[in-house]
């Protein structure tokens, strides 16, 4: 099937400092990509839809000053946390939507990013 | 998007087959019914998507009667590595859809 990456798999940052989270595609192009939340023991709640070459598209409550994106080719889309603070902890998934005829037209999830803000 | 409704957790034995019951009562005409499993701090991972009637891969089956307002992924003898939640979604066949994550159902393999 096909692959996402994501990089770093885990970060640790002083309260205040800004941490960039990247969204690989890597065996296909994706013109959109997502970004999910998630908290312990809890579902995955959708942050934002990242459209490649235009402005991201925010889920309501989702401050999208703090949550930077940018989705500047077929393969990359990243997610800054600007002065991130512990509340920001979480863990961080995107996805990438495969639409390659012949494979299941789903999305396909990164491996995620684990953020522990101190 | 179609809410769904899973139970939160269940429980089963090695080797034994496992069947996890989904509710989409407004489940939309386009509608496809995709489930995902997922490992503790891991992304979810594409089990099998389906529309109509019975689908099966090499990981699993998925029923759906004909009115498709609910679904049944079954796991066949499962064994400890398939502790995980599984995740039911619908929506539209096109994967450039944004996704609603219900609950889940976490399941967790006895010895």
């Known amino acids: 099937g096909a692959v996402v990456s994501q990089h770093p798999s885990w970060v640790i940052c002083k309260s205040g400092t800004s941490v960039k989270i990247e969204c690989r595609s890597l065996d296909f192009q994706a013109t959109t990509m997502f970004w999910y939340r998630q908290f312990p023991k809890q579902s995955l709640m959708l942050m934002a839809t990242s459209n490649e070459g235009s402005k991201a598209t925010y889920e309501q409550g989702v401050e999208k000053d703090k949550f930077l994106i940018n989705h500047a080719s077929l393969t990359l889309s990243t997610l800054t946390v600007t002065s991130a603070h512990p509340e920001d902890s979480s863990f961080y998934i995107c996805?990438?939507?495969?639409?390659?005829?012949?494979?299941?037209?789903?999305?396909?999830f990164g491996p995620g990013t684990r953020l522990t803000v101190l | 998007l179609a809410k769904t409704t899973q139970p939160i957790s269940m429980d089963s034995y090695e080797g034994q087959e496992v069947n996890i019951t989904c509710s989409h009562n407004n489940i939309a005409t386009n509608d496809y019914i995709t489930w995902y499993q997922q490992f503790p701090s891991q992304g979810p991972r594409f089990i099998i998507q389906?529309?109509?009637t019975k689908v099966t891969n090499e990981v699993a089956s998925l029923f759906i009667p004909a009115d498709r307002k609910s679904s049944t992924l079954s796991l066949p003898r499962v064994s400890l590595s398939d502790t995980a939640v599984y995740y039911c979604?619908?929506?539209?066949?096109?994967?450039?859809?944004?996704?609603?994550f219900g609950t889940g159902t976490r399941l967790t393999i006895i010895p």
């Open positions: 389906g529309y109509k």
């Open positions: 979604l619908v929506g539209a066949p096109m994967g450039n859809e944004k996704l609603t």
């Open positions: 996805s990438a939507h495969s639409g390659t005829s012949g494979t299941t037209d789903t999305q396909y």
